[in-house]
């Protein structure tokens, strides 16, 4: 069954350095999306696209945040000038259309020292 | 705004007993809803979902919901919980309006006795 990649499993980063966190969806799926889950907390939307720009974003998807689908086949989400705050898990989720649901990844864990 | 509400962060049941996790929702246009389940350090799985047509959904590994929107709840459900069953299970909700991201319940933990 096909399914969503997500690369690093783990990435450890110094507070204010740069992460690009990357994500391959399945392959006939259309949406893109990407929430985070910080440890102890609810899953949270972070942002989706769809037709190769930003269909909606939440307050957390600020300035600091960025995505881009660079080819046909990646889809990375940039978090500039890391916080503290930023570490959590990270979920990429794809789906066919819209109103489908979404299938994820196993998730990048972000850790900021 | 969307919202859903899970009752209960930890549900114990005993290897053989029903399963029973509730969630209650919030939408003022029809929703979409899903629960996933989430299996320590793994991603987030579909269970199940509903979207239109029969309110009673089955869903992988003999969980089922039922969609009542009377009660704006679309409780799971399992008649014999198994030890595989032990996870983290989360209802989540999303509608056209919204351009249909994911608003999550805070999810339970299923805890199986032997």
């Known amino acids: 069954e096909p399914e969503v990649t997500q690369t690093p499993s783990h990435q450890v980063t110094q507070m204010g350095q740069e992460v690009i966190l990357r994500c391959v969806p399945i392959?006939?799926?259309?949406?893109f999306y990407w929430y985070r889950q910080i440890l102890g907390q609810k899953v949270e939307f972070l942002v989706s696209?769809?037709?190769?720009?930003?269909?909606?974003k939440s307050e957390i998807f600020d300035d600091q945040f960025s995505v881009e689908r660079p080819d046909g086949s990646n889809f990375t989400l940039k978090i500039r000038s890391t916080k503290l705050e930023d570490s959590a898990m990270y979920f990429c989720?794809?789906?066919?259309?819209?109103?489908?649901?979404?299938?994820f990844g196993d998730g990048t864990r972000l850790s900021i020292l | 705004a969307q919202s859903v509400t899970q009752l209960g962060s930890h549900v114990s049941v005993s290897e053989g007993a029903l399963v029973l996790l509730r969630c209650n929702y919030s939408s003022s246009v029809p929703p979409y809803l899903f629960w996933y389940v989430q299996y320590p350090n793994q991603g987030l799985q579909l269970l199940l979902k509903?979207?239109?047509?029969a309110t009673l959904v089955k869903g992988i590994n003999g969980f089922e919901a039922e969609f009542k929107k009377s009660e704006t709840s679309f409780h799971l459900t399992k008649p014999s919980a198994h030890m595989s069953d032990a996870a983290e299970y989360f209802c989540a909700v999303s509608d056209r309006d919204s351009n249909y991201q994911l608003i999550w319940g805070a999810g339970t933990k299923l805890i199986i006795k032997p």
């Open positions: 696209f769809y037709n190769n720009e930003i269909s909606e």
């Open positions: 509903y979207t239109t047509g």
């Open positions: 392959s006939n799926h259309l949406y």
């Open positions: 989720a794809s789906s066919a259309r819209g109103s489908q649901p979404q299938h």
